[in-house]
């Protein structure tokens, strides 16, 4: 009895065979042929089979389709097979591996498009061009090829004649440096280029490729900048974004609130104004029942007046009642004069003013809370200034105030820090610059010189200020200074500190508070109030934190 097949052989049979026909094809060079989509005339990309067994691009036959959609059919476009409906398009993945695969084996020669100048039945990648002969070979005809060296071999190319010199028709072989041109033989020993230093293509090719290496440099390094900038300024962004967020979050819960607090007010309102119709209708009511017992009782004296017997009129028992007429009369009386005298009309304008005033207290209750003043360290102050007894205000002495050399004291500058510092939320505190027209004021890590040029607010790393020199003003930071176009319309400023997002911002407290200008960090340790006077005093007026 024979063997059973085996359940696979067929399949492998089929792939032996397959993979046969490929490396003939190959051998023969005739696999690019085998690998052309009929519609395009480019190797496949992401091919698709038909019914009767075609393969073309899916985009290719896609678009065949789409074309033939609404003439009663379809057909494929290389063997005119009808079909009724759309066919269905199914992938061929060995035939995409193997058309990769060939594009990833010959990507130079593929993006040439130059052939082989002697495979005239089937055209064949060029791998070289000879400049002498004026022809291009593949593989197999390269190795036949004449190999002396007159035949000048390049990459495949099409226009030779580019590598030829216009006058002389030879081939480029140098490159004259006083003119930056390429030259052939003749033009070096008789032509226009006779005793100019020349050298090599290689040469001048390698020595210009240099100088492409070092601008290739610079622009990376450029990049990278600019890549950096652009990080900085995403990273930037996104905490803009948060701190967006939470302000839209804040500013939202405000103004609902501000919104209800302003209708609770409505509603007093306009109760107060209707109450006030409402209190004199029932002052109205009051008297009106008044009057009817006062009428009662006239009526009753009037019947005992006229009353014969004495003893009827003697026996009745209320007439203490009856004759008591001065019962609630002086209130009567305040009350009517009161409702009389009330103007006719609400002091809307007054009630108004005073809700108003009434909700920007109760907003300021809830929103900032917590005062912290701002009180100046007398071990900071430098040797040459004054400190209130408040610890408020800071004076510049032409005296040396002997205090004793410590490590907290600013020593060569009139720079003075405050006691307290802040290590997270937000928080302000405001100077009267008006008693000193040069000064600096800001905020400054803990671990700021204090001795030198480099203890001075601004002139560091770890202080930001802002400073007034003569009718000049600008802010500070590093060195670096930046001028404020306008001067400061008061005396006073407000310095805003908003850690967790890393702000310190300057504004004018003029009749419309203005700002002046804002830096941006982050903050490595606490912060605290700096202070420089050239002249005169600066006052610290108050300060508050926000929770």
Same mark, same amino acid.
């Given at each position: 009895?024979?063997?059973?097949?085996?359940?696979?052989?067929?399949?492998?049979?089929?792939?032996?065979?397959?993979?046969?026909?490929?490396?003939?094809?190959?051998?023969?060079?005739?696999?690019?042929?085998?690998?052309?989509?009929?519609?395009?005339?480019?190797?496949?990309?992401?091919?698709? &089979?038909?019914?009767?067994?075609?393969?073309?691009?899916?985009?290719?036959?896609?678009?065949?389709?789409?074309?033939?959609?609404?003439?009663?059919?379809? %057909?494929?476009?290389?063997?005119?097979?009808?079909?009724?409906?759309?066919?269905?398009?199914?992938?061929?993945?060995?035939?995409?591996?193997?058309?990769?695969?060939?594009?990833?084996?010959?990507?130079?020669?593929?993006?040439?498009?130059?052939? =082989?100048?002697? =495979?005239?039945?089937?055209?064949?990648?060029?791998?070289?061009? =000879?400049?002498?002969?004026?022809?291009?070979?593949?593989?197999?005809?390269?190795?036949?090829?004449?190999?002396?060296?007159?035949?000048?071999?390049?990459?495949?190319?099409?226009?030779?004649?580019?590598?030829?010199?216009?006058?002389?028709?030879?081939?480029?072989?140098?490159?004259? !440096?006083?003119?930056?041109?390429? /030259?052939?033989?003749?033009?070096?020993?008789?032509?226009? *280029?006779?005793?100019?230093?020349?050298?090599?293509?290689?040469?001048?090719?390698?020595?210009?490729?240099?100088?492409?290496?070092?601008?290739?440099?610079?622009?990376?390094?450029?990049?990278?900048?600019?890549?950096?900038? @652009?990080?900085?300024?995403?990273?930037?962004?996104?905490? @803009?974004?948060?701190? /967006?967020?939470?302000?839209?979050?804040?500013?939202?819960?405000?103004?609902?609130?501000?919104?209800?607090?302003?209708?609770?007010?409505?509603?007093?309102?306009?109760?107060?104004?209707?109450?006030?119709?409402?209190?004199?209708?029932?002052?109205?009511?009051?008297?009106?029942?008044?009057?009817?017992?006062?009428?009662?009782?006239?009526?009753?004296?009037?019947?005992?007046?006229?009353?014969?017997?004495?003893?009827?009129?003697?026996?009745?028992?209320?007439?203490?009642?009856?004759?008591?007429?001065?019962?609630?009369?002086?209130?009567?009386?305040?009350?009517?004069?009161?409702?009389?005298?009330?103007?006719?009309?609400?002091?809307?304008?007054?009630?108004?003013?005073?809700?108003?005033?009434?909700?920007?207290?109760?907003?300021? $209750?809830?929103?900032?809370?917590? /005062?912290?003043?701002?009180?100046?360290?007398?071990?900071?102050?430098?040797?040459?200034?004054?400190?209130?007894?408040?610890?408020?205000?800071?004076?510049? %002495?032409?005296?040396?105030?002997?205090?004793?050399? #410590?490590?907290?004291?600013?020593?060569?500058?009139?720079? @003075?820090?405050?006691?307290?510092?802040?290590?997270?939320?937000?928080?302000?505190?405001? $100077?009267?610059?008006?008693?000193?027209?040069?000064?600096?004021?800001?905020?400054?890590?803990?671990?700021?010189?204090?001795?030198? $040029?480099?203890?001075?607010?601004?002139?560091?790393?770890? %202080?930001?200020?802002?400073?007034?020199?003569?009718?000049?003003?600008?802010?500070?930071?590093?060195?670096?200074?930046?001028?404020?176009?306008?001067?400061?319309?008061?005396?006073?400023?407000?310095?805003?500190?908003?850690?967790?997002?890393?702000?310190?911002?300057?504004?004018?407290? =003029?009749?419309?508070?203005?700002?002046?200008? #804002?830096?941006? &960090?982050?903050? !490595?340790?606490?912060? *605290?109030?700096?202070?420089?006077?050239?002249?005169?005093?600066?006052?610290?007026?108050?300060?508050?934190?926000?929770?």
């Amino acid at each position: 009895m024979s063997p059973l097949p085996h359940p696979h052989s067929s399949l492998v049979s089929e792939t032996f065979s397959f993979v046969s026909l490929l490396l003939s094809a190959m051998a023969s060079g005739d696999l690019r042929a085998e690998l052309e989509c009929s519609v395009c005339l480019n190797i496949y990309t992401d091919p698709v &089979t038909l019914k009767c067994g075609h393969n073309f691009c899916r985009v290719c036959i896609d678009h065949v389709l789409d074309t033939q959609e609404g003439s009663g059919g379809y %057909s494929c476009p290389e063997c005119r097979e009808k079909f009724p409906d759309r066919p269905a398009l199914q992938k061929n993945m060995k035939l995409r591996n193997i058309a990769e695969s060939f594009l990833s084996a010959h990507p130079d020669r593929e993006e040439s498009g130059v052939f =082989c100048t002697y =495979c005239v039945d089937s055209p064949v990648p060029a791998v070289r061009s =000879c400049l002498l002969c004026e022809v291009s070979l593949c593989d197999k005809h390269l190795r036949v090829h004449n190999k002396s060296p007159e035949h000048i071999l390049c990459d495949p190319t099409l226009s030779m004649e580019s590598r030829k010199c216009s006058v002389h028709k030879e081939v480029l072989k140098y490159f004259c !440096t006083e003119d930056g041109s390429c /030259a052939c033989m003749s033009c070096y020993v008789i032509g226009e *280029h006779k005793g100019h230093e020349m050298k090599s293509l290689d040469e001048a090719s390698e020595k210009k490729k240099e100088t492409l290496r070092n601008v290739l440099q610079k622009l990376l390094t450029k990049r990278e900048e600019t890549e950096e900038r @652009v990080q900085s300024l995403q990273e930037h962004r996104r905490k @803009v974004e948060e701190e /967006a967020a939470g302000d839209t979050e804040r500013v939202t819960a405000l103004f609902r609130d501000l919104r209800r607090r302003l209708e609770d007010l409505e509603k007093r309102i306009l109760r107060e104004i209707s109450g006030r119709a409402e209190r004199i209708s029932i002052s109205i009511r009051d008297l009106e029942i008044k009057k009817e017992e006062l009428s009662r009782k006239l009526r009753h004296i009037e019947e005992l007046c006229n009353m014969t017997d004495p003893l009827t009129v003697l026996q009745e028992s209320d007439t203490g009642d009856l004759c008591d007429t001065e019962d609630g009369d002086n209130e009567d009386r305040e009350r009517h004069e009161e409702l009389l005298h009330d103007g006719g009309g609400l002091d809307v304008t007054g009630v108004l003013h005073t809700g108003l005033s009434d909700i920007i207290t109760e907003v300021n $209750v809830y929103y900032i809370q917590g /005062a912290a003043d701002i009180l100046l360290d007398g071990n900071t102050t430098g040797k040459y200034l004054q400190i209130s007894d408040d610890r408020k205000t800071v004076s510049k %002495s032409d005296i040396n105030q002997n205090r004793p050399e #410590t490590p907290e004291r600013f020593q060569n500058y009139p720079q @003075v820090m405050s006691s307290q510092s802040f290590s997270s939320g937000r928080h302000y505190w405001e $100077v009267d610059v008006g008693g000193s027209d040069e000064w600096i004021v800001g905020m400054c890590y803990p671990g700021i010189e204090r001795g030198g $040029v480099e203890s001075v607010i601004g002139y560091n790393k770890k %202080s930001w200020g802002l400073v007034r020199s003569g009718n000049q003003y600008s802010v500070i930071h590093d060195r670096l200074k930046t001028l404020i176009p306008t001067n400061l319309s008061s005396n006073r400023v407000r310095i805003y500190l908003d850690y967790e997002a890393g702000r310190i911002s300057f504004y004018d407290l =003029c009749h419309r508070i203005r700002h002046l200008h #804002t830096f941006t &960090t982050t903050f !490595t340790e606490p912060l *605290h109030a700096g202070i420089r006077v050239w002249r005169g005093c600066i006052k610290i007026c108050g300060g508050r934190r926000e929770m």
